[in-house]
């Protein structure tokens, strides 16, 4: 990878990578540092990333740090188990993107990485697995029980509009 690819990846991705890191931890100060540590990583290895695989050298290292965060803030592991029946919408709301974003906050953060992942960023199966470590069934798996989830928490459509 070349300097001028290096600064055209930070020109193409710098954007999205920063949305998808403040979507996942809602923070804007650490967004900010994560975008900049997974460039400055990207930087350190220049030479042995290709320039064709940078979106996703770029995406994987800034996911990895935010587990990373995630895990030391909370000193514990995630949750795979969701108790779907204890959770669901009872405010009335007139916005469903404010239900919506409502109910995405309350997801384990593995499907909220994954489902932001595929749904907001528009990555692949396969692109999803290889940033995050996971099995392409597994992202499926993921986003399944991510979608389940915010339909039983939306509820009736009916109600939220």
Sequence with gaps: MTISEYNSSVDLYSDRLYRFVLKSIKDVQRAEDIVQDSYEKLWKNV???NAEKVRSYLFTTAYHTMIDIIRKDKRSSFSEDLKLTEESHENNYSDLSEVLKEAVE???E???MVLL???YEGYSYQE???MAN???SQVKV???RARVFLKKY???IEVVV
Excluded: A, F, M, T
Aim: hydrophobic share 35%.
């Design 47 to 49: 030479e042995n990333v």
């Design 106 to 108: 309350k997801l384990p």
């Design 110 to 112: 593995i499907q909220r």
């Design 117 to 119: 992942l595929r749904d």
């Design 128 to 130: 999803i697995g290889e």
């Design 134 to 136: 996971l099995s392409e």
């Design 142 to 144: 993921y986003i399944y």
């Design 154 to 156: 939306i509820g009736n």
